[in-house]
């Protein structure tokens, strides 16, 4: 249970690899200028986050089963860590189990059959 | 960011301040919050409990915090003693500089008590406080032959402790007329006394130290007692006491206690309100405690209310309410627990003890006139400790005589344990506790553990939960729903029906046909489990990997730090020599930790996952296969050598167990299967603590189901008697694939049996006597298992698109530089990461 202490300094846009290299439902891991960037194709989206997982320290989250959850009648995408099963919303990054703490998360898109991430513009 | 950030200062680094940097930081990260820890002593801080083991061979790593990691949570060490502290203008001078603070928190800890004898101070006398201290002592031992600790307390004997692992002849001195006057009574005293004098240990009660002796050199030569008598020592620890450190917070005008200490509320606040203390130095409703749970509960309280005054944290405020000083401990490899009432004081209770002079157990509880345990003393024995002290706190009234608490339990005995049982020893939630959260609106455990705590820990009482949660949502009359989660609504056993009778094969189908969005962690594995149980089709195929928990996906068990276990299969615990110089050689070649299995097998750990495929190729040529240790299924099967080898041995139990364990191979199951079988009664498998185990007799094998170690212990019971080896297989086939169908998620066999109407009567009914007329199926389903296994390793180190998944990163061949080892008993470990974890309660056990 540690808030976030590591700074993630932005990442350019990058090829990632091809969309048909990520099974569907599943995650894969980036590394991008130093940073290991978790990116999962989700319910016909693409989504990226920090690999690291705060509650435990390790680089993990890519490896983390994804799914869906319902809160207040609104349904979103989330996955959750293979260690302890914390979740995080995968467009925002916050934990479900406790709000202080987040993940960070990046942009994506798919050009071409293949896959790009970066920082938020 | 204009607004300036408080500035909270920590004087003293022992494990409470320590646990108060990890307790701030939880709440509040450093652009929150600048931190200064003041750490006189050169280490910072480490595990001042269990001191004595920094003269074991090899030596542990005591340290609970480094600078690197104290770097990195933004955690400022200033290294030196603090001199002064000034309240008005909120400064602290230390090592030639002056620190401004908005919050300062006192954690000075104690220092050792010293008695004012002559001589105290020659060459040859210590005190036992600090890794220093254990330095200095060590080095004095080299020229000594033997040593004396004053004080035959708690820390005495941990000292003598110490000195007998320096091969020193040690002896222990201690004033009152037994050891560790302040938890035992004399009973108790003695019991420990003959157990350490058995140890080679000299043990001197009821003696007075006049003045320790001294050499023309001024030298220790020994100790002078009151009444003439005299005892040779080269070398004396004091060991008498502590007496809290409050001489800075004094000297700044801070109240302190008259026999010393810091005064606190129950926020853990000195006499200004912007001062805190915590842990030994600390005065609290006229006591001072000297262990270090109580101490972690102060940093917990003095850190929230902290972070409150600072505008950083809008919870209630904390309170400290004093602590249970019940203890448990090993001294010296004796344990020895003590809690409640211990010596019987309340006025009319009544002392029920035991004492064994052989085996040098004490035990004794003492009993309210109303039939309450008030508390007891146990000496040489402590396995009743846990269930003794939930008697006590919760006052239970008896329903059973209280000698029969402290016999030894007669086999099969019950146990008497309290009405609001402990369910989570991590966060020490109660029953009570639960079912007043559950009362309140709690349906899920997602919710029990948000307002209790309960199962935020090491989560083992989760299960716990979930079975009070729908026990007690019955009771309250409310729909009990076993739904596997909010995507399906369905219990695992109904969406297992589903599945086989309508054939699905895929996820995909299951979640048109009976769910809803887009899954989860509950429902993949789920559905995943009961798609390979049924079909046995490879589970990291395309189809059915995003099912799976990364255990299977990777086909190895996760460890902490990201990296994976590697488990070959070792059938019965049977290896030929050649087998163990080949997994001996994959373990150097890959540089992986080894560890010897309670299962019979060996664990090679630390494999990065992209080493996964190529130690398997050189494993499967070496001629192993997947051991499953990854997967709810057949993990092993134990077996001892049987009649083969044995004098005492019946049957060939190696050979069954080899048998058992290779037809059972890959069995996918709501949770993990083990298995043991032994060959006559004396049952070295330990094979009735298992999922199913198998006894020899003098005609056959008897099979008993159920059993269980873990988290709820639980002897297998008897299915059946003498039987063929051929009639134990068509038992547990039926056995297996019984509880397969019908058992819940994550559910094993012990709670499945209990769970189940009519129990073992009813299981008997369904797989012997066929009363609902699924033999033949579940026959048929075991022998599609059996027909179509194979080794999944051998399957995905020959598929390219399965190895792909391996890698560590899908852009580049680097590896994971968040993976660090320290080098430990001369192999890896992970290193201790940089960042904060809770850590577990040190100082009771």
């Known amino acids: 249970m540690t808030t976030a202490l590591t700074i993630h300094p932005p990442i350019p846009w990058t090829r990632v690899c091809a969309l048909e290299d990520i099974l569907p439902g599943t995650g894969v891991c980036a590394l991008i200028q130093g940073q290991q960037v978790a990116v999962f194709r989700v319910g016909g989206r693409v989504y990226a986050t920090g690999n690291r997982d705060p509650y435990t320290g390790a680089n993990v989250l890519s490896r983390g089963l994804t799914g869906s959850y319902t809160a207040g009648g609104v349904t979103r995408v989330k996955v959750a860590s293979p260690l302890l099963k914390h979740a995080f919303d995968l467009e925002s990054g916050l934990s479900l189990d406790d709000p202080r703490v987040s993940v960070p998360v990046y942009a994506t898109r798919t050009e071409g059959g293949d896959v790009w991430t970066g920082s938020p513009a | 960011m ?66 690197g990691g104290y770097r990195e949570a933004g955690v400022a060490v200033v290294q030196g003693r603090a001199d002064a502290v000034n309240l008005t203008e909120k400064t602290v001078q230390v090592a030639g500089q002056t620190l401004a603070y908005d919050a300062l928190v006192f954690a000075t800890g104690s220092f050792p008590f010293v008695p004012p004898v002559s001589g105290k101070d020659a060459r040859g006398c210590f005190v036992y406080r600090t890794l220093d201290d254990l330095d200095a002592i060590r080095d004095a031992a080299r020229g000594a032959r033997s040593g004396a600790v004053i004080g035959g307390g708690l820390l005495g004997l941990e000292a003598a402790g110490a000195l007998r692992k320096l091969g020193l002849d040690t002896h222990v001195v201690e004033f009152a007329p037994h050891l560790m006057p302040a938890q035992l009574d004399a009973e108790g005293g003695s019991a420990l006394r003959r157990t350490i004098e058995g140890m080679g240990i000299g043990v001197h009660v009821g003696r007075s130290t006049q003045q320790v002796s001294v050499d023309r050199d001024g030298r220790v030569t020994g100790l002078d007692f009151e009444g003439g008598t005299r005892l040779d020592a080269d070398l004396v620890v004091f060991s008498a006491g502590i007496r809290p450190r409050d001489d800075l917070a004094r000297a700044a005008g801070l109240s302190v206690g008259e026999r010393g200490g810091i ?250 046909a009976h769910g809803s969005g887009l899954g989860c962690e509950i429902c993949k594995p789920a559905v995943g489990s009961i798609l390979a149980s049924l079909h046995n089709e490879l589970v990291v195929a395309p189809q059915h990997a995003p099912l799976q928990d990364t255990n299977d996906a990777f086909l190895a068990n996760i460890q902490k730090n990201g990296t994976y276990s590697v488990m070959p299969r070792v059938p019965g615990g049977e290896i030929t020599a050649e087998g163990l110089i080949a997994i001996g050689a994959v373990a150097k070649r890959y540089g992986l930790y080894c560890k010897i299995t309670g299962g019979q097998r060996i664990d090679l750990l630390g494999a990065h996952r992209d080493d996964l495929p190529a130690i398997w190729e050189d494993l499967i040529a070496a001629g192993f296969e997947s051991g499953h240790a990854y997967g709810k299924s057949l993990r092993t099967v134990k077996s001892c050598v049987g009649s083969t080898w044995c004098r005492y041995g019946v049957q060939d139990s190696t050979s069954l167990a080899v048998r058992l364990e290779l037809r059972y191979r890959g069995l996918r199951s709501p949770h993990k299967l083990k298995s043991g079988v032994s060959g006559c009664t004396r049952e070295c498998a330990e094979a009735r603590s298992k999922d199913f185990g198998i006894i020899a007799t003098e005609r056959g094998w008897n099979v008993y189901v159920g059993g269980n170690g873990g988290v709820t212990p639980k002897h297998a019971l008897l299915l059946a008697s003498d039987l063929s080896e051929d009639e134990v297989i068509t038992l547990l086939d039926r056995y297996l694939m019984f509880y397969v169908r019908t058992a819940d998620r994550l559910q094993r066999t012990s709670t499945w049996l209990e769970n189940l109407d009519g129990g073992l009567e009813y299981l008997r009914s369904v797989i012997i006597d066929d009363r609902l007329g699924i033999c033949a199926e579940l026959d048929a389903e075991m022998a599609r298992h059996i027909g179509t296994y194979r080794d999944e390793w051998a399957a995905a180190v020959s598929d390219p698109a399965i190895r792909a998944r391996f890698r560590t990163f899908v852009n580049t061949d680097a590896r994971d530089d968040g993976v660090q080892w320290v080098d430990e008993r001369g192999q890896i470990r992970p290193a201790d990461h940089p960042h904060f974890y809770p850590l577990p309660m040190l100082g009771g056990d």
């Open chain 2, 2 to 67: 204009s607004i300036p950030i408080p500035h909270l200062v920590i004087v003293g680094n022992g494990m409470v301040g320590h646990r108060l940097t990890e307790q701030l930081r939880q709440h509040a990260g450093p652009d929150a919050l600048r931190l200064t820890v003041i750490s006189e002593e050169r280490r910072l801080a480490y595990d001042r409990v269990h001191l004595s083991s920094h003269f074991d061979d090899p030596r542990p790593d005591l340290s609970l915090a480094t600078e």
């Open chain 2, 263 to 512: 005064l606190i509320d129950d926020a853990c606040r000195t006499s200004d309100p912007h001062v805190y203390a915590v842990g030994e130095c600390a005065l609290y409703d006229g006591r001072v405690y000297g262990l270090v749970a109580p101490g972690y509960q102060m940093a917990k309280v003095a850190a929230v209310n902290a972070l409150r005054d600072l505008g950083l944290l809008d919870t209630p405020p904390a309170h400290f309410r004093g602590a249970d000083l019940s203890t448990k401990l090993k001294l010296l490899g004796v344990e020895v627990g003590s809690f409640g009432d211990a010596k019987g004081v309340t006025p009319g209770a009544r002392s029920v003890s035991l004492s064994d002079n052989v085996r040098g157990t004490y035990s004794k509880v003492v009993v309210s006139e109303d039939g309450r345990v008030l508390g007891g003393l146990l000496v040489g024995d402590t396995a009743r400790y846990a269930d003794l002290l939930d008697l006590t706190m919760t006052g239970t009234p008896l329903s059973v005589p209280p000698e029969t608490l402290i016999v030894p339990p007669l086999p099969g005995g019950a146990v008497m344990t309290s009405a609001d049982a402990l369910l989570c020893s991590c966060e020490n939630v109660r029953e009570s506790a639960l079912c007043a959260a559950i009362a309140e609106g709690a349906r899920d455990v997602a919710s029990l553990k948000k307002c209790t705590g309960a199962g935020t820990g090491c989560g083992g009482c989760v299960p716990s939960l979930h079975g009070l949660l729908q026990t007690e949502l019955r009771r309250l009359g409310e729909t009990v729903t076993n739904h596997l989660c909010e995507h399906y609504p369905y219990s695992r056993q109904e969406l297992f029906d589903l599945i086989r009778v309508r054939g699905h094969a895929t996820w995909d189908e299951v979640l048109a």
